[in-house]
């Protein structure tokens, strides 16, 4: 057991006349400043999110793809965002209008179609709502149409009198 478990130790040295608390948080704090530990230099770094195709390949994870269209990368980003996707972009130059590939990793298959689903839903829940901008016209010129018709009341009380 003990020859399995490999110990790393770090020296370093600090020339003080007494050792109090506070001269050996700075030290420490000078130490993790100029570079701490050497193994945080040798690991590699996990890229999460949105990434480049190459640095998605180089995580040796099998590869899968989904076609998205052009308005709708906006709502796709952030729902990647919130299930935590590894995905990479890529613009699909062979067709007519602009169209997407969203490259993502084999073992996320599963977080992918329950991310699709949740976007599929909410995409069908904002055709279903009218839009805001004709709501305001609507309301525009009726209050346009109120407006006219109080003013020309008012005209023909005052003549009236």
């Known amino acids: 057991m003990q020859e399995e478990v490999n110990h790393k130790t770090i020296a370093f040295s600090i020339n003080t006349t007494k050792m109090t608390a506070r001269e ?8 993790l400043k100029m570079g701490g530990f050497v193994a945080k230099k040798t690991k590699q770094r996990s ?23 052009n308005e709708n990368i906006g709502s796709f980003k952030r729902i ?21 590939l969203v490259y ?8 992918m179609t329950q ?11 904002s055709h279903e709502k009218p839009s805001v901008l004709e709501k305001l016209q609507e309301n525009k010129a009726d209050i346009n149409h109120d407006v006219g018709k109080t003013i020309v009341k008012e005209k023909n009380q005052r003549l009236e009198r």
């Open 24 to 31: 050996l948080k700075k030290a420490v704090s000078l130490f």
């Open 47 to 69: 890229y999460t999110g949105k990434q480049s195709l190459k640095k998605l390949m180089k995580q040796n994870t099998g590869l899968s793809n989904v076609e998205i269209t």
């Open 80 to 100: 990647a965002k919130k299930y935590g996707i590894d995905y990479a972009l890529q613009k699909d130059l062979t067709a007519n209008e602009t169209r997407y």
């Open 104 to 111: 993502f990793k084999g073992r996320d298959v599963d977080v």
């Open 115 to 125: 991310a699709f689903k949740e976007y599929t839903k909410m995409q069908m829940k």
